[in-house]
Each structure stands twice: as C-alpha cells, then as structure tokens.
C-alpha cells in the first residue's frame, strides 16, 4: 500500500472537513490539534500538542509524508526549521509568509502589479496621523499579524480617534498597516488551487456577504459580476499563487470597485480552505478539501465546474440552541435541498458552528436557495421554534 499520510496542523473545522476528502482517495489523515475536543479530533486520528512548539512539530511531522496547515499561526521560524529538516511542507514558509503577515502581503501585491488600497507601515501615533491627513479619513488600522474574522482591525474615522490607538503600537509589532478605506460595493472572493508542479485551477469569482467582520452568506458565482472583473480577479488569484509559489488552496478575499481599476481591490489572502469556498462541498465537481487533498500531494487538479446556476452557503453561529441535533430533523423536512454541515463545535454565542449550502438549479432559483439556507441555518441556531418565522419559497 503506498498511499499517503497527511499531517493537518491545526484541529478545526477547515481539518475537519479535509478528513472526508481524503478518506474518499483512500488518504490518511492526521491532526495535530490544540486539544482533545476541538473540531478535527472526532474526523481524523489526532496527536495534542502546542504548534508553537519547534520539537512537537518535529515529531507530529516525523509520522506524516507533507505537512499541510488548518490555520496560518505557526511561527514562522518553526516552518524555516522543519523546511530546514527536509519536511515537505504544503504550503512552504516563503509562502505562508504572505498570508501570516499583511504588510508583507501589501508588498507582494504591489510588486505583481495588483489592485492595492494606498497603504503605509506606520510605527507611532505620528505616523497613523501624517496617513490619514495625506490620504484622506476613514482609515484603517491593522495588526500585521494573528487577525481573523474582523479581530485586529480598527475603523478610524477622525484624527481624534487614531490619537486613541497608542494603545495598539504597544503590542510587541515593528509597525502596523494602516490602509485607506475602500469605497466598494460588496465583497467577493477568489480561489484558486495549485500544485508543487505548477498546475492551477480556479473557482468562480463569489459574493461573500460580511456580518460583524465574519462572513455570513456566500453566493457562486457572484450574481451580477461584470465579466471582465471576473476575469481579472481569477487572473490575480492566479498570478498570487505563482508569484509566491503557494501550494494547495488560496483564496484572495476582493473589494469590488465598479469603474476603479480592473473592478476589485485584494483585501486579504488565505492560504488553506476557506470560508468563501464551503460552497464548493456541493456546488462543484471538485470541493475545495477534496482539491487541497489533491493539490498538496501534486495529484492532478479536478474540475471546477459548477453543478447549478448557483449555490448559496449560509454559515449558522452558535444562538439559543444549544442541542443543534434536536433541530435537524426540522430543518431537514422543512428545506430538503439544504445540505447541512456541522463542526462538532460546542454551542457559543456567536460562534461559527456550521454551515448550509443549497444549489439553486437555475437563475431563477436563486432567491428560494437562498431563502433555504437562511431557514434552515436559523432552525439549527435558534432551535425549532424559528421555522414558524420563517417565509417559505
């Protein structure tokens, strides 16, 4: 038997969801998780152990044939060691870098060419101020490192209120990013795989709704989408992933712009699965686990094409359920095309625990996929009781 093992760094759900995938190709997969009880663990045979320490890496990565990652958080000295040690590592360190850091990030853009907001690594309160008052308020205020789901990012609509943020150039960072606040008209997302060898495949260009800094709905293909921004922003995804040699999944997340530049800005890159890519479990021939499973053992790419007009993913947080079970059969009988995922999460307000997807069979189909998946995402959060607030389509 010469199938492979893949080792996940990280428990969560993205880990979670790669376990399937592989056991689909007859792939064995394995989890370094944070805990005995996170995500992952209950989906895939797991070792505990902290990923910020150098000789648990060593010894997780000793047991697999590539190394793979459920989150961009390991040091980044560690990578360069373990790459040092002949671990095959997907992605490497050169390029985890440019997702794990965003001042880096804005620097590669730059230098490919690529739809940037103005931006400037700022290193006091002086500095925050002289890039507002030269580019104009709003402004926004980034950690470079350790954001997620709206988490180390401040909005900064006046002078007055960036004279506030001392408080953030005490955090241990050389600098942070302070980005001009883009005027743009809704989010999207591209994706696009790539193999050690160099091979690459794109997903459709999505909507990706925001709520509270965490995404909330995602709809594929992005409705509306002018086709030369479409094409345009595949093409970025693209020249990212070659440009820095990235393996496996990327999605680079998109301000659209209608009428400014190609249409879209890059916001932020995520090398791994993605939130803006759950669609794809049952709206593509080819999900994006499946595709990451392929990508980082250099197996040929699978196809991207749709398997509908669209498919909407709703993501459910944790709300006044707290036994999502007991809600199944509902939201089941209620909305029969929705196909429900849960993480094994336990229940926490606000907490991302799951998703819905629905694929709508025709353009005209849309709303009521969407309508389904909103319904029965609210069943599973809100219990029973939500499907009588709920409009049927």
């Known amino acids: 038997m010469s199938f492979p093992v893949i080792g996940v760094v990280g428990g969560g759900q993205l880990a979670r969801m790669m376990a399937p995938a592989a056991t689909a190709l007859g792939v064995r997969l394995r989890v370094l998780a944070e805990g005995p009880d996170v995500s992952a663990t209950s989906a895939a045979p797991s070792t505990v152990g902290d990923y910020r320490d150098i000789e648990v890496l060593k010894a997780f990565a000793a047991e697999v044939d590539v190394v793979t990652f459920d989150h961009e958080h390991v040091p980044p000295e560690h990578l360069r060691a373990l790459e040092a040690a002949g671990v095959n590592l997907q992605p490497g360190p050169e390029a985890l870098q440019y997702a794990q850091d965003k001042l880096l ?13 103005a931006w400037a690594a700022v290193s006091s309160v002086a500095d925050l101020l002289d890039f507002g008052d030269r580019t104009g308020w709003p402004v926004v205020l980034k950690t470079p490192r350790g954001g997620y789901d709206g988490k180390g990012v401040r909005v900064l609509r006046s002078p007055e209120a960036a ?52 995404c909330d709905v ?31 999944m990327l999605a680079v997340e998109l301000f659209e712009t209608p009428g400014v530049g190609p249409g879209f800005m890059v916001n932020e890159l995520a090398m791994r699965p993605h939130n803006s890519g759950h669609w794809s479990m049952d709206g593509a021939v080819t999900g994006q686990f499946e595709q990451h499973v392929r990508a980082v053992l250099d197996l040929p790419l699978g196809s991207t094409a749709t398997l509908g007009s669209y498919t909407v993913m709703k993501n459910y947080l944790g709300g006044a359920n707290e036994d999502l079970y007991a809600a199944f059969p509902t939201a089941m009988a209620t909305f029969p095309e929705a196909k429900i995922h849960a993480y094994g999460k336990s229940v926490r307000p606000g907490r991302k625990i799951g998703h819905v997807n629905v694929t709508a069979a025709t353009p005209e189909d849309l709303v009521s996929a969407r309508a389904a998946a909103e ?18 389509p």
Do not use: K
């Open 105 to 117: 990030m804005r620097q590669a853009c730059d230098r490919l060419g690529l739809p940037n907001p």
């Open 163 to 214: 004279e506030s943020c001392g408080d953030w150039f005490e955090l241990g960072f050389e600098a942070l990013l302070a980005e001009e606040m883009v005027d743009f008209s809704r989010e999207l997302s591209a994706q696009v795989a790539r193999t050690p060898s160099g091979a690459t495949a794109s997903y459709p260009v999505v909507e990706s709704i925001q709520t509270e800094g965490v």
């Open 218 to 248: 995602v709809t594929a293909p992005a409705p509306g989408l002018d086709g030369r921004t479409a094409h345009a922003a595949e093409a970025a995804a693209v020249a990212l992933a070659e440009g820095l040699g990235v393996t496996g």
């Open 375 to 392: 319904g029965a995402a609210a069943i599973i959060s809100e219990g029973p009781q939500a499907v009588d607030q709920q409009e049927q």
